[in-house]
């Protein structure tokens, strides 16, 4: 996995808005290309070339011209812009790729572009250098015969030169999960000297590695002794045994383990340890007999 730092350069975009009856677009890399013939048609079209938005050709009418300019700061060049005209009704007017032949600056136009007020405009573009560009400008008026002047803000990104990759491995571990404590014969209740035989089953993804970690507590201290503290690779069943070597309650409590868990992992503990209650009754009286 490659993890790169991003550094954010603007640059603007002038947009001209001109009441043209055909259709100029185009782009150069620093000098002027000349104009190509307007479309004249209905539909809004792009045409390469280089100049000022804002010349009148032909008779008036319903439509305006757009012209872009677009010159990325630091000498970095453009493969294609990308643009979207949209009225204020969220309606497409326009839309298209302009290819800029690797200039360092883009000029093109928009036209046959029906008069309005409110319109917006969306650009996309990618450097040779692998940024990526985009801004918008709204409120653009189109009007017959008349000229706008529109400054669009771009945020270009593109990775920094201390930027380094990031070689990640993951390891899994395993994790159990208990299914029954459960006393022997004897039950969970003897007297003192007497053992209690406690059974733990488990469920696991590898059940060979099935492992158990025994303890006890008592408000009363220890009372009495375990057979086994920790068992492991033990399977689905563990047996161990609880002597009860003074009269009080202790609580024995089970954590179940797949196999060893990296430093800093858990597994859950409401899957993994289950508790259970044993009591330890003092001998009864000698009656004498």
């Known amino acids: 996995m490659s993890v790169g730092l991003w550094r954010m350069t603007a640059l603007s975009v002038v947009i001209g808005v001109t009441a043209v009856a055909g ?26 070339g280089v100049g000022a938005p804002g010349s009148s050709e032909g008779s008036g009418g319903s439509t305006g011209t757009i012209g872009l300019s677009l010159t990325l700061p630091g ?86 030169s201390d930027a380094g990759n990031l070689y990640v491995t993951a390891a899994t571990s395993y994790c159990g999960t208990w299914t029954s404590l459960s006393s022997g014969s ?23 590695n099935l492992g158990y970690t025994w303890s006890q507590s008592s408000d009363a201290g220890v009372i009495g002794m375990l057979g086994a503290s920790q068992t492991e690779d033990a399977g689905t069943s563990n047996t161990n045994t609880f002597m009860c070597t003074a009269p009080g309650t202790a609580t024995i409590t089970v954590v179940v383990d797949d196999g060893p868990v990296p430093d800093g992992g858990s597994c859950p503990a409401n899957l993994s340890t289950v508790t259970t209650t044993v009591v330890c009754d003092p001998n009864p009286a000698n009656d004498g007999g």
């Open 75 to 160: 000498g970095d060049q453009v493969n294609s812009v990308t643009y979207t005209l949209t009225s204020s009704t969220a309606t497409t007017l326009a839309s298209g790729t302009v290819t800029t032949s690797n200039s360092q600056s883009i000029n093109f136009q928009i036209g046959g572009i029906p008069v309005g007020s409110g319109d917006s405009v969306r650009l996309n573009a990618t450097s040779l250098a692998g940024a990526m560009c985009a801004g918008s400008a709204s409120g653009i008026n189109i009007t017959a015969r008349g000229s706008t002047s529109v400054i669009v803000q771009m945020l270009c990104t593109s990775p920094g």
């Open 186 to 208: 004897n039950g969970s209740e003897v007297f003192v000297g007497q053992t209690i035989t406690l059974t733990a089953t488990a469920t696991g993804s590898a059940p060979g």
């Open 23 to 48: 259709v100029q677009a185009g782009c150069s890399s620093g000098g002027s290309a000349p104009s190509a013939p307007s479309s004249g048609g209905g539909e809004p079209a792009v045409q390469s």
